[in-house]
């Protein structure tokens, strides 16, 4: 489903991402954690070429881009077929703040696909019925809670039919009460069978959900597992530094 070769980001001098080998299988839900400035981020944003990587290979689905290129009309093409194969849910909820929620969740559909305002408008009715605000359609950001917010953003990147789904640290902007709604959402999906890398230090979400946890320091993977080895049995030091720090706080 996602094949990481050899992918390396420099900033400057400074290489964020020192020569990352991945893959992603179908249906696994893969979550990335480490400390700050780790690359985690910059790893995800990388994926749909938010962020150029200096060096490596990006593959989705069928569709490969190689980093370094020379910009083109080909090369555009290739990466907006990478974009439609990924959903993408930010901190920032990013909404439309002078659309309805229903409205946010049409908009690609319509403008990226082509599609019928009707159709757009019943797929969207379905999505906010999914992550629980069938009868939030009409109101407008400002109306909802940051929980609330989320969770249209989530079914907005839904509503372009991603193969995968990416989410970068989708709960970190929220009051502790509304995580929990959020992260219901991103189980039940989980649950349905898409595939999805995570961005969070919720260690709780990735002790029940995540296949595969991978604990990134330095611009490298230190070391990745199932959660319960990596939870339960880290044999990295410095993973064994981290999640006791993470257990203090």
């Not at 420099?10 to 249906?27: A, C, P, R, Y």
């Not at 049409?106 to 408008?121: C, D, L």
């Not at 509503?159 to 992260?183: F, G, H, I, N």
């Not at 990745?224 to 006791?244: A, D, H, Q, V, Y």
């Amino acid at each position: 489903m996602i094949q990481l070769t050899n992918l390396k980001k420099k900033f400057g001098t400074n290489e964020v991402l020192q020569g990352i080998d991945l893959t992603v299988n179908k249906s696994e839900v893969v979550v990335l954690m480490g400390p700050s400035g780790s690359g985690k981020s910059t790893l995800l944003r990388c994926l749909t070429f938010l962020e150029e990587p200096t060096e490596g290979v990006i593959q989705i689905g069928q569709q490969e881009v190689a980093a370094g290129e020379k910009t083109s009309r080909k090369r555009k093409n290739e990466i907006k077929e990478l974009r439609k194969r990924t959903g993408f849910v930010f901190q920032q909820f990013n909404l439309f703040p002078h659309k309805t929620a229903i409205e946010n969740v049409m908009e690609g559909p319509i403008v990226v696909q082509g599609v019928e305002r009707e159709e757009a408008r019943k797929l969207a009715k379905s999505l906010l019925e999914k992550v629980g605000l069938g009868e939030r359609c009409d109101h407008y950001p400002s109306q909802l809670s940051g929980g609330q917010q989320q969770r249209v953003a989530i079914a907005r990147a839904l509503s372009m039919k991603p193969m995968v789904m990416l989410y970068d640290e989708p709960t970190s902007a929220l009051d502790p009460e509304l995580v929990r709604e959020v992260l219901q959402v991103m189980k039940d999906l989980a649950q349905e069978g898409m595939t999805m890398v995570v961005v969070t230090h919720e260690m709780n979400f990735a002790k029940e959900v995540a296949d595969r946890v991978i604990f990134m320091d330095g611009g490298v993977i230190v070391e990745e597992g199932t959660s319960e080895e990596i939870f339960n049995c880290p044999k990295e030091e410095r993973t064994k530094r981290f999640l006791m720090r993470v257990k203090e706080e």
